[in-house]
């Protein structure tokens, strides 16, 4: 008499194992990071990451924050809502301008939709300064309109009017710029780091960056 065949036993473990092993893998990847306007095809309460610009950023009573990011490249946008656990807020770690990442669950109730985020599943990509270009000011000045921001350039004063400006290294995109506090001659033609609020002049419909604080990049 044949011994008996242990292979389909040895099989049937095996599998067994691999399965165990997919579905442990399957559970501790990463959700997928989706484009801001895809959002909108995702499966609701399905979990995703979102990466984008802060263009907007308040509290409630209820001790919920809620932001807006946006895809600075084709200007989608998403609204996310922080839900409060005791740990630190995105208010206390993002700011305008900042470029974050969130990882949250896709609420269909709303439309456009809406990402539910828990603490912790939110952080700075890109601080401000190295995302608020002259170049993407210009071209998305009504998202930052009176918010607080940063924005890096050169300083020059405009030969036709006598106004300061900042401008981008080639030239190309610039900026009025106006403050009370220090002493912009000083540093004119100089790298500089701008802290301020960008607002429009209703009188000559030109943008205007008011400075809460100008320091020189070294």
């Not at 040895?10 to 399965?19: K, M, R, Y």
């Not at 206390?92 to 603490?119: H, K, N, T, W, Y």
């Not at 921001?149 to 900042?166: E, H, M, Q």
């Amino acid at each position: 008499m044949s011994p008996p065949r242990k292979a389909p036993k040895c099989l049937a473990a095996l599998s067994v194992v691999l399965l165990s092993v997919m579905m442990f893998l399957g559970s501790t990847s990463e959700p997928p990071e989706v484009a801001m306007r895809d959002l909108a095809g995702m499966d609701d309460g399905e979990a995703v990451q979102v990466k984008g610009v802060v263009s907007d950023m308040w509290k409630s009573d209820s001790g919920s924050e809620s932001l807006v990011l946006t895809d600075l490249s084709d200007n989608s946008s998403a609204k996310v809502v922080w839900l409060s656990e005791g740990g630190p807020g995105p208010s206390e770690m993002l700011s305008i301008g900042d470029e974050a990442c969130v990882l949250g669950e896709v609420s269909l109730a709303q439309i456009p939709p809406v990402l539910f985020v828990r603490d912790g599943d939110f952080w700075l990509v890109t601080p401000c300064e190295d995302v608020m270009s002259l170049e993407t000011l210009s071209a998305c000045w009504a998202l930052f309109e009176g918010d607080t921001i940063k924005v890096a350039g050169n300083l020059f004063i405009d030969p036709s009017g006598g106004l300061f400006r900042l401008c981008d290294p080639e030239m190309r995109h610039s900026i009025q710029v106006r403050w009370a506090e220090g002493d912009l001659p000083a540093l004119i033609g100089m790298p500089v780091l701008v802290t301020g609020v960008l607002r429009m002049d209703t009188r000559t419909l030109s943008l205007v960056f008011f400075a809460d604080d100008i320091s020189a990049l070294v």
